[in-house]
């Protein structure tokens, strides 16, 4: 526990110093010619035409309040995914609405469960609504349904599940997740993080849309931020049961989403073309660089999203991952440790452009080939 708060001072809820601030992927290489950023699992095709003309047409009215209930957005959401668009809340960026729901479900001791690999930001959320996180361990690197129910206890209040998972890419089919819901007292809220569904092409995956629009206690998250490209806009959105998109209206701030995010948005979810090219280029190169690294001796996690996991040799301290890392950020390939994920020895590789990622490959085949 830190020491968060001197008595003298105003004290910060005691829970508070336990949090471990969010550390983002690096996106510099000192000294390098060109950089290559692979850190952060952003799309190397950029954002469409169209989201780009519709934020720079709002140039002019920034002087003006956005709708605050984000009304053209959550259409056309609901209009691409045949959704009800009032049971759709919007945020800035999915992280808004996974704090919001700690805030709005969880009082104080209450308890959330996340997985032992899960996204960062679900114990940080708990944490910092009073409430107490616990963790489910996972096998092979997935999430175990089994392990989260048997998390279960009287004080548990809400349930988060990235699916596909980030940093490992593995993922549940929808079997599983409908188990893990049947498995789940009704006063518990399950979560489907579905930040990288778009990239999902098994299948046996359902992004969660199903079970939010039929139970009462689950709930999907979705972000602009990856295979749309708008992660500097910040947006998000939530699809869920009428009660609970209610609640959540009531704690959001009035304008959270901003009149630009907006219409870049509402721009996005219309180009299928430029989602679809997207998706073609990730499902292209994610078997390249899998099956590259694969012959270079190292292990990667198999991946459904737009980023692979990989691991390097254990007891080799001049081919670890922090060396790796070291080898890589020297010639302008900037990957994501993920050590406080539990994974020392690995480093996280997003999907970058052709030539970034024959350029990741060519340098690791190097740095692996070098004599200890």
Not at 84 to 100: P, Q
Not at 260 to 266: C, D, E, K, L, Q
Not at 297 to 307: E, K, Q
Not at 324 to 333: C, H, V
Request: charged content about 20%; glycine content about 8%.
């Amino acid at each position: 526990m830190t020491e968060y708060a001197k008595t003298d001072a105003p004290l910060a809820r005691q829970s508070i110093g336990s949090i471990s601030p969010y550390v983002p992927g690096k996106s510099k290489a000192e000294g390098a010619a060109k950089v290559h950023k692979l850190s952060s699992n952003e799309t190397p095709l950029g954002p469409s035409p169209a989201a780009v003309e519709a934020f720079s047409d709002m140039a002019s009215r920034l002087e003006l309040y956005p709708d605050g209930s984000s009304s053209d957005l959550r259409k056309a959401i609901a209009k691409a995914h045949d959704l009800d668009a009032d049971r759709i809340i919007c945020g800035a960026g999915s992280d808004e609405l996974l704090s919001l729901l700690a805030y709005t479900y969880l009082n104080a001791g209450d308890e959330g469960i996340y997985c032992e690999h899960g996204f960062l930001v679900y114990r940080i959320a708990i944490l910092a609504a009073g409430g107490v996180p616990v963790v489910a361990p996972e096998t092979d690197e997935t999430a175990n349904v089994d392990a989260i129910l048997s998390a279960v206890t009287e004080r548990t209040r809400i349930v988060f599940l990235a699916n596909p998972n980030n940093p490992t890419g593995t993922y549940l089919p929808a079997s599983e997740v409908k188990r893990l819901h049947d498995g789940l007292p009704k006063n518990v809220l399950l979560v489907l993080d579905a930040a990288y569904a778009e990239y999902v092409c098994q299948d046996d995956y359902e992004s969660g849309i199903e079970l939010a629009s039929s139970a009462g206690n689950v709930v999907m998250t979705r972000t602009f931020s990856k295979i749309y490209g708008l992660a500097s806009l910040r947006l998000g959105w939530m699809y869920g049961p009428e009660a609970v998109i209610d609640a959540v209206n009531r704690v959001r701030g009035p304008f959270n989403v901003t009149g630009p995010a907006i219409a870049a948005g509402v721009a996005a979810m219309g180009d299928k073309s430029h989602l679809a090219r997207a998706v073609a280029h990730n499902t292209e190169w994610i078997k390249r660089v899998s099956d590259g690294l694969a012959a270079l001796g190292l292990r990667v996690t198999p991946s459904v999203g737009n980023f692979v996991l990989v691991h390097f040799p254990e007891g080799e301290e001049t081919k670890s991952a922090t060396a790796a890392d070291e080898y890589l950020t020297k010639r302008g390939f900037v990957l994501r440790q993920v050590a406080g994920y539990g994974f020392p020895n690995a480093l996280r590789m997003s999907i970058g452009t052709a030539e970034a990622n024959d350029g990741v490959l060519a340098a690791l085949a190097d740095f692996m080939g070098e004599p200890a």
